[in-house]
């Protein structure tokens, strides 16, 4: 039997409950301390969950028997968070993004190859049967050669809703660094390497009122692009478009089906890439009607599924699926779109990526090779 990875979460916010709540499942994840710039965010995240340690984050990179940092900070606190831990000596596994400049992920890499410590990072949702299913059905050529996607991330915003709406309109925010990873990680899976992009984005609502509490009434200064669109050709020959938006109401698509993917033979209707399920249906040639296709799998996987398959990695010594040429690939691609809406020029990604292994299907819940 392996013995459990032991880990300590950073960062004690919204999605921290899921996470532990989550890991609990999987006797591999052992979930010993919580840490928070906020001790009280810490002690309430601890006490809710039975977490006997809570550390501040320089105890946590002095304590040996921690091997394993759940970075679950805000964004602009990812890389700092990730490089003093793999300095330490820790593994670490981030929430998205993996930084919010090349520059940061570049050092990340360097940092992980010299200490020798595993990065990897959210989103895991392609680990999940629904793009599972979607990514078989390419693969073994149901609908033809793909040769065109629309994805769509399309809402008014976080403000409504959300507690601390702020660092989603600061650098590392907007929705192409929030929402983007689910969307380009899903077209990674299912179409391979990106060959190259264009993009046009704008800030389309300066200023936003918060109306959720405990801030309603307060104002926020955007200062990163809240409307991204773009453009992206494939190596294998799909061309299609992404929006990525925080300043549109009632978007006139079908948010069933987030993802289309168009081949030579038929059309896959892909759910949505921020959930572990959903149906995908595809109709071919001749067909009357689209159909659902059964899942790959029945494991109802929820976040956290990636940290198993990492805890994995790190005791059998072998890849892990959502792994740091991926989240780093996807960092590259995100920026390549702000930077190309910038300059006005196309952008070639610089980090090379392979698909990782898909899922297995005939093992038990929680059992991953």
């Given amino acids: 039997m392996l013995r459990p990875v032991q880990i300590a979460v950073v960062g004690c916010g919204a999605i921290s409950g899921a996470y532990i709540n989550n890991c609990r499942q999987f006797p591999l994840l052992e979930i010993v301390a919580c840490s928070d710039i906020n001790r009280e965010a810490a002690e309430a995240k601890a006490k809710e969950f039975g977490i006997g340690t809570v550390m501040d984050f320089n105890e946590v990179l002095a304590d040996q028997s921690i091997e394993l940092v759940l970075n679950l900070t805000v964004p602009k606190a990812h890389a700092p968070v990730t490089l003093a831990a793999i300095k330490a000596g820790k593994h670490v596994y981030t929430e998205k993004p993996l930084g919010i400049t090349r520059g940061q992920a570049m050092a990340i890499s360097r940092f992980s190859t010299k200490y020798r410590k595993l990065v990897g990072g959210a989103p895991d949702t392609f680990l999940g049967a629904g793009l599972q299913t979607a990514r078989k059905a390419i693969d073994d050529g149901l609908i033809g050669r793909p040769v065109g996607f629309t994805a769509y991330t399309m809402g008014p915003g976080h403000e409504s809703w959300h ?99 168009y081949g030579t033979e038929g059309t896959l209707l892909v759910p949505d890439p921020n959930r572990f399920d959903g149906s995908v249906r595809i109709r071919r040639t001749g067909d009357s009607d689209f159909a659902d296709i059964p899942p790959v799998f029945s494991h109802q996987y929820e976040r956290g599924i990636g940290l198993l398959d990492m805890a994995y990695a790190i005791r059998r010594r072998r890849p892990m699926r959502a792994g740091l040429e991926q989240i780093w690939c996807v960092l590259d691609i995100m920026l390549g779109f702000l930077i190309s809406a910038k300059t006005g020029r196309r952008y070639f990604p610089r980090v090379k990526y392979h698909r990782p292994k898909p899922m297995p299907v005939d093992l038990g819940f929680g059992e991953l090779e």
């Avoid at 660092?167 to 925010?173: D, K, T, V």
């Avoid at 929030?178 to 992009?197: E, R």
């Avoid at 020959?237 to 990525?244: K, L, N, Q, R, Y």
């Fill in 163 to 261: 507690p601390l709406p702020n660092f989603f309109y600061e650098p590392g925010g907007g929705p192409m660094l929030d929402m983007g990873p689910y969307y380009i990680t899903a077209l990674l899976n299912l179409l391979g390497t990106a060959k190259h992009l264009s993009g046009m984005a704008s800030i389309a609502i300066p200023r936003r009122t918060i109306t959720s509490q405990p801030n309603a009434g307060k104002i926020i200064q955007v200062a990163t692009p809240d409307h991204v669109c773009g453009i992206m050709e494939f190596e294998q020959g799909a061309i299609g478009t992404i929006i990525a938006s925080f300043a549109t109401k009632f978007p006139q698509y079908d948010g069933r089906w987030p993802i289309v993917i």
